[in-house]
């Protein structure tokens, strides 16, 4: 039997939720974000750090948000003002919206170039280009402001219509087919990326930590990326918390969507270093480094023109179910604490949001700001503030009865506690200080 109120919808199943959660965490900031971020950290020593930070802040970080969410039976706000004694742990929320802002205007760049990339594949423009050739045309992307504004608009309203009509179970119906689809084209990307000559020089840079490449701004760069990846510190997995039934595992459900989310981050890095060696191309490009590797290797094998379509226009909607995630976030903000309808809340944020995702488009410091800001201060600073107050500010016997509401016994509760309560604060806020050079 559920416990949840009867009119909030819950996932029916197991897979429903997870996939849902996994659609929001998998998107551009798996194939896109995490290996340029890599590339740009040195490698090997960056992976490391980025998968102890996903198992020891991530993982924690998850399952206190479900908690909250499912306690609460509501979205991010309405759950602190129901079991905050203060209002000021509003604060959260707010945080999240402000973060949801800033991360939809550049995610939509992006998404934008990926829409391009589309474009190009299906009218085979990309085809028979030589390495050099495919970074002019990243920079010719990039270079022409006005039409990457266009699609990066194109992209935000698609968001927007699907919000606004409140279809999103509709689409994370069809991830369950399409997100495996990805996985699969990964792989055959993975193997033609090993197979061609020096491929292994990727791996090594990829699997071979050199610890004189972890400075204090490359352990806060791989704790942001944990954040940006899990879609965590903003209140987005609380929303998803909110729906999950009683009978259901939160350390399961966080178990699984943080792993596959970091399987689909490091497969994507087997992906594209190798290539990228291969090719004789920087592993340090920048944002561009997926736009101007993949296409190398759909260039050299067989049925690339198929591959290299199905590959953007997938990586597109993985993009969507997570910028969806986010403006849902904003949305739910405007709809219960101002009392907006809900397309009204929708397009309000939508031309906000669109503004400043057109000048992210025309400026990539303000595009870099955006980035940094939200991935590296705000998410852990929210991250920071949940484990808080569910270590500190619930008690210990309500967090656990709710993660033990699934009737079994949580074995792993007390080092999750302890983990909340000293582990996770203390890492988040060395890392952070450190990394801003504060301390
Ligand atoms: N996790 C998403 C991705 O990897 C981005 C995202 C961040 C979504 C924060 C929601 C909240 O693409």
């Known amino acids: ?6 009119n909030r919808d819950s996932f029916t199943n197991k897979f429903g939720i997870i996939a849902a959660a996994a659609g929001s965490a998998i998107g551009l900031g798996n194939i896109w974000r995490f290996p340029y971020v890599l590339g740009e950290s040195g490698g090997g020593a960056f992976l490391l750090i980025y998968i102890l930070f996903v198992i020891i802040i991530g993982v924690p970080v998850m399952i206190s948000e479900l908690l909250i969410g499912r306690k609460a039976q509501l979205s991010v706000f309405g759950a602190f003002r129901k079991l905050a004694p203060s209002q000021h ?10 973060a949801a802002f800033l991360i939809l205007a550049f995610y939509s760049v992006v998404a934008g170039w990926t829409l391009q990339y589309v474009y190009l594949s299906l009218t085979n423009s990309l085809a028979g280009s030589t390495p050099n050739e495919l ?3 990243f920079e010719r992307v990039q270079a022409n402001k006005g039409l990457s504004a266009f699609w990066t608009i194109l992209f935000l309203g698609g ?19 399409l997100m495996p689809l990805l996985f699969l084209i990964i792989l055959v990307l993975i193997i033609r990326s090993l197979t061609l000559d020096g491929a292994s020089a990727g791996l090594k840079f990829l699997f071979n930590p050199d610890f004189s490449k972890l400075t204090s701004d490359v352990i806060l760069e791989a704790l ?3 954040f940006f ?3 965590i510190g903003m209140g987005v997995i609380v929303t998803y918390g909110s729906y999950i039934k009683k009978s259901e595992s939160l350390g399961g459900t966080a178990l699984s969507v943080s792993l596959a989310d970091t399987i689909i981050a490091v497969l994507a890095g087997i992906a594209i270093f190798p290539a990228a060696f291969a090719f004789g191309m920087a592993p340090d490009q920048g944002p561009g480094l997926v736009f101007i590797t993949l296409p190398n290797i759909f260039n050299k094998m067989v ?3 198929v591959f290299g379509l199905l590959f953007f226009i997938l990586l597109t909607i993985a993009a969507l179910t997570s910028s969806i ?8 903000y405007f709809t219960e604490e101002l009392n907006l309808l809900r397309s009204r809340a929708t397009w309000i944020a939508t031309a906000v949001i669109g503004i400043l995702a057109i000048i992210c488009a025309f400026s990539s410091n303000v595009f870099n700001i955006f980035d940094k800001v939200s991935s590296n201060i705000l998410l852990p600073l929210g991250g920071l503030l949940i484990v808080i107050f569910v270590g500190w500010v619930m008690g210990s016997k309500k967090p656990r009865e709710e993660i033990e509401a699934d009737g079994r016994k949580a074995h792993y509760y007390n080092g999750f506690l302890f983990i909340i309560k000293f582990v996770a604060p203390i890492a988040i806020t060395l890392v952070f200080l450190k990394g801003l050079g504060w301390i």
Not at 159 to 177: D, H, L, N, P, S
Not at 325 to 332: G, I, K
Request: charge should be positive; avoid cysteine.
């Open 1 to 6: 039997m559920s416990l949840n109120t009867p």
């Open 89 to 98: 742990w509003n604060l959260v929320g707010v945080m999240g919206v402000g």
């Open 135 to 137: 970074i002019a045309v």
């Open 159 to 177: 968001t927007a219509f699907i919000v606004r009509a409140g279809i999103e179970k509709g689409i994370e119906k069809y991830t369950k087919i």
């Open 224 to 226: 942001g990326q944990a």
């Open 229 to 231: 990846s899990l879609s």
């Open 303 to 305: 049925g690339g023109y």
């Open 325 to 332: 995630s986010l403006l849902e976030v904003v949305v739910a």
